[in-house]
């Protein structure tokens, strides 16, 4: 009789097991508890899992039949829909590049030329770039260029009949008169320090300079003008004793990555 009872139990232990496991399987979909969301993460290594094996063998069972040819035309056809795909991605970002430049140009009163950068030299210390337009198209040395929405890229310091070369304000040779939008609307020059990074140094000590701040040109060089965005302020430097302090200013734009700019055309004294 107990031996009846226990063979019983026995048959119908993997019903009861099989019963709870279902219950706590699609109670796991509806509960709120956390402890009754196991299921799930079991369920989906099961699914990658078998999602896996069935590529894996997929592609095996395919490999064994294909021949060179097919598999090289295979090939050809992955390539020119990544050469494509890379395409549609960077005429995506010249668009957003030439819609945002042109918004700004349209709403400012001076001149101005655009061009694209066709060629780079990058250095840790000293980095270039050369545009397709040059002196016939009006532009000068000393010139201020921008990209985006009016933010500040550095200078022309080179021309040809057709290119001209621009100097970026991180550049250690690069100087911009520059204006912080704090209470003060404190002045000053920033010098490019290489690795875009910029500095402004000489900043009088009670003057209330604190990260973060708006860096702006100032408009008191010649030929740029005021209200060209720079860059944010990251660190102020200067002990209390000493009579300057000096700001770190990361650039809005790194110079290395444009590919469309305009050129202001401004007149000396305007």
């Known amino acids: 009789m107990e031996f009846m009872r226990f063979s019983q139990i026995r048959r119908g232990l993997p019903l009861i097991l099989g019963g709870f496991f279902i219950f706590f399987w699609v109670g796991s ?4 508890w956390p402890w009754m969301r196991w299921p799930q993460k079991v369920q989906h290594i ?8 069935f590529q894996r063998s997929q592609w095996w069972s395919k490999a064994s039949i294909i021949t060179p040819e097919e598999l090289a035309t295979l090939e050809a056809q992955r390539d020119a829909y990544a050469v494509g795909y890379a395409q549609s991605l960077l005429l995506e970002e010249e668009n957003v590049q ?10 400012q009163p001076y001149d101005y030329v655009t061009g694209s950068v066709i060629s780079r030299s990058i250095a840790s210390t ?27 890229v550095g200078k022309i310091i080179a021309l040809t009949p057709t290119t001209a070369t621009i100097s970026p304000l991180t550049n250690t040779t690069s100087a911009t008169a520059v204006s912080l939008l ?12 290489g690795n875009q990074v910029v500095m402004i140094h000489y900043i009088p000590q009670n003057e209330q300079v604190e990260a973060e701040e708006m860096v702006v040109t ?3 060089e010649s030929s740029v003008p005021s209200g060209l965005f720079v860059g944010i302020i990251t660190e102020v430097r200067g002990e209390t004793s000493a009579p300057f302090q000096e700001a770190i200013v990361e650039p809005w734009v790194d110079a290395r990555m444009v590919r469309f700019v305009s050129v202001l055309l401004l007149k000396e004294g305007i």
């Open 126 to 152: 000293s980095t270039t770039f050369v545009i397709d337009r040059g002196s016939v198209d009006g532009l000068y040395t000393g010139a201020p260029v921008i990209t985006g929405q009016g933010v500040y």
């Open 182 to 193: 704090n209470e003060t609307r404190t002045i000053g020059i920033a010098q490019g320090e």
């Open 46 to 53: 099961f699914v990658e899992a078998g999602t896996l094996v």
């Open 98 to 107: 030439l819609r945002e430049l042109l918004n700004f140009l349209d709403r």
């Open 218 to 220: 100032s408009g008191l």
């Open 29 to 32: 979909f509806f509960a709120p």
